[in-house]
Nanobody, 128 residues
Framework: QVQLVESGGGSVQAGGSLRLSCAAT????????MGWFRQFPGKEREGVAILYTGGSKRWYADAVQGRFTISQDGAKNTLDLQMSSLKPEDTAMYYCAADWRVPCSDYALRSVADFAYWGQGTHVTVSS
């Protein structure tokens, strides 16, 4: 069992930055796929950024490419999302997810249902 807890959400003006963090505890595997997803009101959850904890590749949704950066701290077992040049359309609930059974690639960005472990979410509001 893996527990995920997000932090770092809040309100910011357009053009600003926020950093989200996800702490993973419990029976975490040595390496696994982790990522950030977001959900707009009334919409399906969608992938934002993905990485494999045992590798160097990262995958990003087109909407955030060049503005968001996903990273990990293996020693602390945390996953971060640095968000820059934020836009009002980035306003959403952001979730951290993890699963060792998901093929960790851009496919995982579209595989919301395949992730078994989720955090409770943290809200990001970007005002214009």
């Amino acid at each position: 069992q893996v527990q995920l807890v997000e932090s770092g959400g809040g309100s910011v003006q357009a053009g600003g930055s926020l950093r989200l963090s996800c702490a993973a505890t419990g029976n975490t595997p040595t390496h696994y796929c982790m990522g950030w997803f977001r959900q707009f009101p009334g919409k399906e959850r969608e992938g934002v950024a993905i990485l494999y904890t045992g590798g160097s590749k990262r995958w990003y949704a087109d909407a955030v490419q060049g503005r968001f950066t996903i990273s990990q701290d293996g020693a602390k077992n945390t996953l971060d999302l640095q968000m820059s040049s934020l836009k009002p359309e980035d306003t959403a609930m952001y979730y951290c997810a993890a699963d060792w059974r998901v093929p960790c690639s851009d496919y995982a960005l579209r595989s919301v249902a395949d992730f078994a472990y989720w955090g409770q979410g943290t809200h990001v509001t970007v005002s214009s």
